[in-house]
């Protein structure tokens, strides 16, 4: 963890030795009492923690707070609900390279049975979010949904943004010769690992979905996630 996350009601109170934050300050950060650390509200500002107590249940932590942090780039990733695995990795690389909003959608070639996981109906979604965010030095999250159609989630995307949809099969055009406005949301769409049918590709173009590939290499989802999300930075200056 580069930043240690805390809700905004947890700043204030005693931080359990059972906690995972607990174990990292103690057992890899070696802090001991008076020392300092790096910490975040999440959603919130960035500061300085300081373990002023620690007891046999508990430590007692106290912070001090900087300014909020500048809002995410704003990126909407639409993926096809893939397995929870790559579902993982996704959502705290996503976090980490600070996109926007996350919405995993049911595809018309995904495996039904993925949107039943755990790590959905768990909330485990939320720890490794907050695990990107961590690893970025960051404590703005995306916002997330899971579960929708394709066509629920597009008819909820901002009306302005330029919209590109990952394809390997039926893009005339590589990602990186694609012109993107600075000043203007994007959404970037990947199909599930199985890729979009034909009913989807029709979906996409109807809803001014521009297609482009990665190369004529054909990725795992959550490698095509991290290239297209850093050859959009790039084209935005962002990186």
Same mark, same amino acid.
């Given at each position: 963890?580069?930043?240690?996350?805390?809700?905004?009601?947890?700043?204030?109170?005693?931080?359990?030795?059972?906690?995972?934050?607990?174990?990292?300050?103690?057992?890899?950060?070696? +802090?001991?009492?008076?020392?300092?650390?790096?910490?975040?509200?999440?959603?919130?500002?960035?500061?300085? &923690?300081?373990?002023?107590?620690?007891?046999? =249940?508990?430590?007692?932590?106290?912070?001090?707070?900087?300014?909020?942090?500048?809002?995410?780039?704003?990126?909407?990733?639409?993926?096809?609900?893939? +397995?929870?695995?790559?579902? +993982?990795?996704?959502?705290?690389?996503?976090?980490?390279?600070?996109? #926007?909003?996350?919405?995993?959608?049911?595809?018309?070639?995904?495996?039904?049975?993925?949107?039943?996981?755990?790590?959905?109906?768990?909330?485990?979604?939320?720890?490794?979010?907050?695990?990107?965010?961590?690893?970025?030095? /960051? =404590?703005?999250?995306?916002?997330?949904?899971? &579960?929708?159609?394709?066509?629920?989630?597009?008819?909820?995307?901002?009306? =302005?943004?330029?919209?590109?949809?990952?394809?390997?099969?039926?893009?005339?055009?590589?990602?990186?010769? /694609?012109?993107?406005?600075?000043? =203007?949301?994007?959404?970037?769409?990947?199909?599930?690992?199985?890729?979009?049918?034909? &009913?989807?590709?029709?979906?996409? +173009? #109807?809803?001014?979905?521009?297609?482009?590939?990665?190369?004529?290499?054909?990725?795992?989802?959550?490698?095509?996630?991290?290239?297209?999300? #850093?050859?959009?930075?790039?084209?935005?200056?962002?990186?």
């Amino acid at each position: 963890m580069n930043l240690i996350l805390f809700q905004s009601g947890e700043s204030s109170r005693q931080l359990p030795l059972t906690d995972a934050r607990a174990r990292h300050l103690l057992t890899v950060l070696r +802090r001991q009492p008076g020392d300092s650390f790096d910490a975040g509200l999440i959603n919130g500002p960035r500061g300085k &923690g300081t373990l002023v107590a620690l007891t046999t =249940t508990h430590l007692e932590l106290a912070f001090e707070w900087e300014a909020p942090p500048p809002p995410p780039d704003p990126v909407t990733l639409l993926i096809g609900l893939p +397995r929870p695995q790559t579902a +993982r990795k996704i959502l705290q690389e996503a976090a980490a390279l600070g996109v #926007a909003a996350l919405h995993f959608v049911r595809g018309d070639k995904a495996e039904p049975s993925y949107a039943n996981s755990t790590l959905w109906s768990s909330g485990e979604w939320q720890r490794h979010l907050e695990a990107g965010a961590a690893q970025a030095f /960051c =404590t703005a999250l995306p916002t997330l949904t899971h &579960g929708q159609t394709l066509a629920q989630a597009i008819s909820a995307l901002p009306a =302005t943004a330029t919209r590109l949809a990952l394809d390997n099969y039926e893009a005339p055009a590589p990602l990186s010769q /694609c012109h993107l406005l600075n000043d =203007t949301p994007l959404v970037l769409a990947f199909g599930p690992e199985r890729g979009w049918s034909a &009913g989807e590709r029709a979906l996409l +173009r #109807a809803q001014q979905f521009t297609f482009a590939h990665l190369s004529e290499r054909v990725l795992r989802l959550e490698t095509a996630v991290v290239a297209a999300l #850093a050859i959009t930075k790039a084209q935005r200056g962002l990186m």
